[in-house]
Nanobody, 124 residues
């Protein structure tokens, strides 16, 4: 069974940084798109950043210039470096991996494999 396990969440003050990791097992991610989503209480889950198998990255406008998504195919791991964190970044963060090798979008990623999430809390 495919497993995605997120780690690196925590509580930080505004302006701080966190680095999230998503370790994938029983599935080779080298050829698929991967991404990060987040969901705050009472809000819908939104795509934050995604990265194609060729390394092309896309971000939601609210995190551009502050977050960086990367991947280490040798370690089968996805990362999200989050800098200049704001209280509005507070959410549960989830990683996802597409089921097929293709150019992806948020909708396709939603149908992929998911982790259980890691909580990020940013205080003002």
């Amino acid at each position: 069974q495919v497993q995605l396990v997120e780690s690196g969440g925590g509580s930080v003050q505004a302006g701080g940084s966190l680095r999230l990791s998503c370790a994938v097992s029983r599935y080779t991610v080298r050829y698929v798109c991967m991404g990060w989503f987040r969901q705050a209480p009472g809000k819908e889950r939104e795509g934050v950043a995604r990265i194609e198998n060729d390394g092309t990255a896309s971000y939601v406008d609210s995190v551009k210039g502050r977050f960086t998504i990367s991947r280490d195919n040798g370690k089968n791991t996805l990362y999200l470096q989050m800098n200049s964190l704001k209280p509005e970044d507070t959410a549960m963060y989830f990683c996802a991996a597409d089921r097929f090798s293709r150019r992806c979008n948020w909708q396709l990623l939603r149908g992929g494999y998911w982790g259980q999430g890691t909580q990020v809390t940013v205080s003002s």
